[in-house]
């Protein structure tokens, strides 16, 4: 473990070599995963080749419990304890198809969640940093994260409200939690050049799929289209406006 001075949090680094293949998975799986990204994701509007070859190969039943693995694949999401979820398959792709990453870049994900996110992340960018409030389910998406083997993903367990202004700044950054407003921590970490996704309204309705774009130092917004996320906690119950 590595404690982040600032805020005396723990940092979980994932660093393995891979050791997930197709060839290790009951064919169920392949073969829903498959129809997955035909059915929900190409007959849609998920287009990006990078997007699309990387929810094909993320194993998403791995990031469920046992029991619901059976509908991993299917277009809905999906309880993973303590009040969250793992997102439809389809706004996971989406929010990543409208960040337009071409590889290399460094991306942070707000809300790690099951691992999910970080893992089709990291399928296309070299680096993924993931900031998940919740000590338990860090733990856990860290633990499928080294058996799958991934080696550019870090996590740490923190105000994703604050981002981690530490390897700032980004490319993209991808939230999954919603706000009533965009958190000027998370805007500041932002590249030039870079984009972010993020769920903005209030948690108790449906909620915008924004779409930032910073250039030259101001940001430009675009609705994306309607979402359904779990609020985010931390400093933004506050209102912490800068």
Do not use: C
């Amino acid at each position: 473990m590595v404690l982040v001075k600032r805020a005396l949090i723990p940092t979980l680094l994932v660093f393995l070599s891979l050791g997930f293949t197709v060839a290790d998975e009951p064919i169920k799986f392949t073969k829903a995963r498959k129809e997955m990204v035909k059915v929900q994701l190409r007959e849609r509007d998920i287009a990006d080749s990078k997007v699309l070859s990387a929810m094909e190969k993320v194993p998403r039943h791995l990031f469920v419990e046992e029991k619901l693995r059976d509908a991993a694949y299917s277009d809905h999401p999906l309880p993973i304890g303590e009040g969250q979820t793992i997102s439809q398959p389809y706004i996971v792709a989406l929010m990543t198809q409208v960040l337009g990453l071409r590889g290399g870049e460094k991306v942070l994900d707000i809300g790690t969640g099951s691992g999910y996110q970080a893992a089709i992340l990291a399928e296309i960018s070299s680096e993924v940093y993931s900031v998940e409030i919740r000590p338990n389910l860090s733990k856990k998406a860290g633990e499928v994260l080294s058996n799958l083997g991934y080696t550019n993903i870090r996590l740490k367990v923190g105000d994703g409200y604050y981002g981690w202004e530490e390897h700032a700044p980004y490319d993209g950054i991808i939230v999954a939690a919603a706000a009533d407003h965009i958190p000027p921590p998370l805007l500041a970490q932002l590249k030039d050049g870079g984009r972010m996704a993020i769920p903005v309204g209030s948690p108790f309705s449906v909620q915008n799929l924004v779409l930032i774009e910073k250039k030259d130092g101001k940001a430009f917004t675009k609705n994306v289209t309607g979402v359904l996320f779990v609020p985010m906690i931390g400093q933004v119950e506050k209102g912490e406006k800068l």
